[in-house]
């Protein structure tokens, strides 16, 4: 089936995004459209329809093509744990842990994997649109890489290459791709497309000839910069900084910890306009607030430890003493028991550790990875460990999480709970906060269908989707 890879000079310059706008542009045209990315790493992940988890880009790209979720469009994610190693997950499932170096050799038993499940989409589909991974330029990693080049030349799809013009140096970035390809690798890539353009869009037409002159790829695009883009969730860490919203309201801060995971669960109360929230990180004093929220992690122990360096312990037993609030989701739930264990080096080194007693509950990591959506309807699980203790007498929804005898403290295992406009407007009363109209999942399909207007606007589409093959 026809198929086009986008990769990318370099890590964060909107291949995710554009990949989801152009799924919505291909169904609008009503072609049965597929997302696929080959290799990813994120901790910002979704369970999907088929049981299993995926980056959360490619949830987001599934969504906007209007098909149901699967493990095969992400077949390989890696979950990083710590600076040098990650959990590795293959068709949806925990395969084991990896060093970045150890994992280097391991990609081409990888590549039979990734080729399956292109295949597996490929028959379901009109189109395959195929998301890269960092940079392409990355010849020191392209022996055994199934990420970028090394998938596009053994699937031989054809690549269009995106700059990022507001991080500056797009046409060195660009035309050094091409330079330090091989020329086979170089042969793969069609057209290119620069994105994120502020200002006058005519002011960089000679540069667009420039790029084409030094390469022989053909532009396809200057695309500007889609404010629309914050109604999104973002997959990269990096992008955390975005997702803060300082305005008049109920004042809420969250802890953003090195191992952070699906901080997406923050969006919703972070585009509530009656919402002050702001975003954290190890260094500074946790202020005067109404509410905390400690998001998930990928390593509970780790980040707990962090927690403590940075001194949150004290700030958050001040906080509840003064009748402040606090939420806890998922990693951050079994931050707020009496204790954390690992026994088996689930997360990292085998350990225990004091939790911060503002729930009684304590936690055991286990090997079995619980994924599932919600019951009713709202959030999803996906987590290691098994919470037991008095406070889940008292669930926070169903018979999930905990919440503390005077009711100020909540833990949940549910990502992705504030996004029912219901529930979050339910809460925001709870915790004396103004109910709005805001309706966070129809916030999301307008600036999908926004997106795809921009990319059929600045992108010659017919021309892109010509390079499919």
């Not at 959030?379 to 889940?392: A, I, K, L």
């Not at 999942?441 to 589409?461: K, M, S, T, Y």
Request: proline letters at 5%.
């Amino acid at each position: 089936m026809p198929a086009i890879m986008f990769q990318g000079t370099g890590s964060s310059v909107g291949k995710s995004l554009l990949v989801a706008g152009l799924c919505r542009v291909a169904r609008q045209r009503g072609l049965i459209v597929m997302p696929f990315k080959p290799q990813n790493m994120s901790n910002n992940a979704a369970v999907t329809d088929d049981g299993g988890e995926i980056g959360r880009a490619q949830a987001l790209q599934a969504r906007a093509a209007g098909v149901p979720s699967s493990v095969h469009m992400n077949p390989v994610l890696l979950k990083p744990q710590s600076e040098i190693g990650a959990q590795l997950i293959v068709h949806g499932r925990v395969r084991g842990t990896a060093r970045a170096r150890d994992y280097q050799a391991m990609k081409a038993g990888l590549m039979p994997d990734v080729l399956a499940s292109f295949r597996h989409l490929s028959e379901r589909a009109d189109l395959v649109l195929v998301e890269g991974a960092g940079p392409a330029s990355e010849i020191n990693l392209r022996q055994n890489d199934i990420a970028n080049m090394g998938f596009a030349r053994a699937a031989n799809v054809p690549v269009v290459l995106i700059g990022d013009i507001d991080r500056g140096g797009v046409i060195a970035a660009l035309v050094g791709t091409h330079t330090v390809l091989a020329a086979e690798d170089r042969a793969m890539i069609a057209g290119f497309i620069v994105n994120r353009m502020r200002g006058d869009v005519s002011l960089f037409a000679d540069g667009m000839t420039a790029i084409n002159a030094h390469t022989g790829w053909q532009a396809l695009g200057l695309v500007p910069y889609f404010t629309g883009a914050e109604a999104l969730p973002a997959e990269d860490a990096m992008e955390l900084s975005s997702r803060a919203r300082p305005s008049a309201g109920l004042r809420v801060v969250a802890l953003c910890l090195p191992m952070i995971a699906n901080f997406d669960d923050l969006d919703p109360l972070g585009a509530e306009p009656g919402v002050d929230l702001r975003l954290l990180r190890p260094g500074a004093a946790i202020p005067v607030c109404d509410l905390v929220i400690l998001p998930g992690s990928k390593s509970t122990l780790a980040d707990l430890a962090s927690l403590r360096a940075a001194g949150w312990d004290i700030d958050l037993a001040a906080h509840v003493r003064r009748g402040g609030r606090v939420l806890g989701i998922c990693g951050g739930y079994q931050m707020l028991g009496r204790a954390v264990a690992d026994p088996d080096g689930i997360e990292g080194p085998p350990g225990s550790a004091a939790g911060l007693g503002l729930l009684d509950v304590t936690t055991v990591l286990s090997p079995q990875k619980t994924l599932r959506r919600a019951d009713l309807g709202a959030g999803y699980e996906m987590h290691m460990g098994v919470t037991t203790g008095p406070d889940r007498d008292r669930p926070f929804r169903g018979e999930d999480g905990a919440v503390s005898a005077d009711g100020r403290v909540i833990g949940t295992y549910l990502h992705g709970v504030l996004a029912s406009d219901e529930l979050r407007g339910a809460l925001l009363a709870s915790w004396g906060g103004t109910v709005s109209d805001y309706r966070h999942e129809a916030a999301i399909e307008a600036a999908l269908d926004g997106l795809a207007a921009h990319l059929e606007a600045h992108i010659d589409i017919d021309a892109l989707f010509s390079l499919a093959r």
